[in-house]
């Protein structure tokens, strides 16, 4: 079955840099990428989402790129702010299945 | 309704206690999942329906988890004799199906004393 990865598991950055979590998958079937933001307590919300048809998808300072060739897929984050502190969660499915796979998260800590 | 809903929110179950979460799917919604989800880690998948079949449960840790959708909307996740292992936050999501993006709900936080 399906199996993700997911790095680094923390990441602190400064006011307005940028941020990077890179993710791996192992199923070269998987062919939907979302990202999940998950803040203290509260549920995971869809950030971003990118299919196997694409290569980039950018939401003003969200993008996401994918490597169908390596099976990777990164989050990038620019000049981020205080409220981007929270942990993300990439996923990917694809098949004969809707069900999504997670990585285990990294936790982004973002200093005024 | 406007979102996923689920309930009850917080539930404190003592060993051997049977418990039953609820998930409210978003109306039309095909497609109902189940996450477990430990402190400090990523959602578990547990079981999958479409409508009413449930297509995938391979992800259910014990026959002690059970789940159902008889009707296609409402969904029930049944634990028989709660253990401490199983404390967890248990996550309901629906879908529109196709690999449309999930919509969590807010989880029922399961302690077992």
């Known amino acids: 079955g399906e199996n993700v990865e997911q790095h680094p598991s923390t990441l602190s950055v400064q006011e307005g840099d940028s941020a990077v979590i890179k993710c791996t998958y192992s199923?070269?079937?998987?062919?939907?990428f979302p990202w999940y933001k998950q803040e203290l307590g509260k549920r995971p919300q869809l950030i971003i989402d990118?299919?196997?048809?694409?290569g980039e998808k950018k939401d003003q300072r969200i993008a996401v790129t994918l490597n169908k060739t390596a099976k990777h897929f990164s989050l990038h984050i620019t000049e981020t702010q205080p409220e981007d502190s929270a942990v993300y969660f990439c996923?990917?499915?694809?098949?004969?299945?809707?069900?999504?796979?997670f990585g285990t998260g990294t936790r982004l800590q973002v200093f005024p | 309704g406007a979102g996923v809903s689920q309930s009850p929110r917080y539930k404190v179950a003592k060993r051997g206690q049977d418990v039953a979460l609820r998930c409210d799917p978003i109306?039309?919604?095909?497609?109902l999942f189940w996450y477990q989800q430990a402190l400090g880690q990523g959602p578990e998948f547990l079981t999958y329906?479409?409508?009413?079949?449930?297509?995938?449960k391979s992800g259910l840790p014990s026959d002690r988890f059970f789940a159902e959708r008889p009707e296609g909307s409402v969904s029930t996740l049944k634990i028989q004799r709660t253990q401490q292992e199983d404390s967890a936050v248990y996550l309901c999501?629906?879908?529109?199906?196709?690999?449309?993006?999930?919509?969590f709900g807010s989880g029922t936080r399961l302690t077992v004393v």
């Open positions: 996923a990917a499915s694809g098949g004969n299945t809707d069900k999504l796979i």
């Open positions: 199923d070269s079937a998987s062919n939907y």
């Open positions: 999501a629906s879908s529109i199906g196709g690999w449309g993006g999930y919509t």
């Open positions: 990118i299919r196997s048809n694409v």
């Open positions: 109306s039309g919604h095909v497609s």
């Open positions: 329906f479409q409508n009413e079949a449930q297509l995938d």
